[in-house]
């Protein structure tokens, strides 16, 4: 589809897909009207920030954002923040708001993101972790002395916040229901290397967690799991992961498997929407079939791929995606699927500055972590990307996978 050179485009989502489309569209050259929506009532800004910086008291949060606050209008774009996309109709080609009012649009673009994944387990007063406004509320926690904390999921975004509350003074408990804490993000020997970090600095870890109930204890609560354990504190963090914002897309007839459904261009199954970011299942570019991938990194390439097909200039997605994590001031980067090979080559030790960690499906690459060296990390992305066969002779010893990637091109 070509939008119209004076046509509009509505945008639902302000994060990082959202916006990087709206900045697409008119760094190449669409004329006409762009309308960015957003839930949130905060202008687009770094959600990265809201598991990290953000809990600092001292950072002052208009450095989160994304652009000054004049550079929407300076780019003609109609940012309207703290209203929603509350029903599609995709035949009249029109979006109802949750202000009461209508849009209608030469394309749709759902960047709509996320909400945070509950337990199913009531718990009072627990806190979750999506936006600038949940991080605020838990920062003005956080600055309590003594706080005792319970982080409930060992994920990224879990162990990010317990980094960030121990490092603010806080006494933090990770509650985990895996073995171990990233376990579906690093290999073994990384995320042991990294729990270790956590216990080193007097976090305490617990896994294999299944949190069947809580209730209030003394204005605490208190947290119980099938095995009888129990944990008391003064704040709960539930870190789960995160459910897609798919429903209106769903009541308006577009494929939804646990996100909207898109092809390589971005593509819903409905002509003239299009899906982008943490919302949108697309084909993988290393293996078969469809994912959904929750990264700052790949939405942004996401969102400007998906302006790129709306104007009729795109090609087709094949982003390797990757993340990266900071804690206690230590980044480890990941790219591809490192879960998903059937061997592992670890390069350095895993608790070091520096190191790389490898994962293969036979002769291919398909996975990479590594820490202190980020031009390795760029050259396992292109390996990954090109699925060019390996040879064993170049990953033994000391591997310099600049070279590799170099020799396969």
Known sequence: MTVPATGRVVIAGTG??????????????????IVLLGADPAPPYRRPMVSKELLAASFPAEKALLRPATAWPELRIDLRTGVRVEAIDPDAAR??????????????LLATGGRPRTLGVPIPGAFTLRDR?????LRDVLARPGVEVAVVGGGLIGTEVAASAQAGGARVTILEAGPRLLDRVFPPPVSAALEQVHRARGVAVHTGVAVTGA???????RLCSADGREWIADAVVVAVGMTPNDEQARAAGLRVEDGIVVDEFCRTSVPGVYAAGDVARF???????????????????????????????????????????????RT???????????????????????????????????????AGRPRELRA??????????????????????????????
């Open 16 to 33: 990082i897909a959202g916006a990087t489309a709206a900045e697409t569209l008119r760094k190449r050259g669409f004329a006409g009207e």
């Open 95 to 108: 979006v109802a708001l949750d202000d009461g009012t209508e849009l209608g649009y030469d394309a749709l």
């Open 133 to 137: 406004h949940d991080a605020v509320a």
């Open 215 to 221: 209730d209030t204890v003394s204005g605490c609560t």
């Open 283 to 329: 084909p993988d570019p290393v293996h078969v079939g469809h994912v959904r991938v929750e990264h700052w990194n790949h939405a942004q390439s996401h969102g400007a791929a998906a302006a790129a097909a709306i104007l009729g200039e795109a090609a087709p997605y094949r982003e390797v995606p990757w993340c990266w994590t900071t804690q206690y001031g």
């Open 332 to 370: 480890v980067q990941a790219a591809g699927r490192p879960g998903a090979g059937a061997e592992l080559i670890v390069d350095g030790d895993p608790g070091a500055d520096a190191f790389l960690a490898l994962t293969l499906a036979g002769d291919r690459l398909v996975g990479a972590v590594a």
């Open 380 to 409: 396992a992305r292109t390996l990954i990307g090109t699925g060019a066969g390996l040879s064993r002779a170049l990953l033994t010893g000391p591997i310099d996978l600049v070279s590799v990637a170099a020799a396969a091109a």
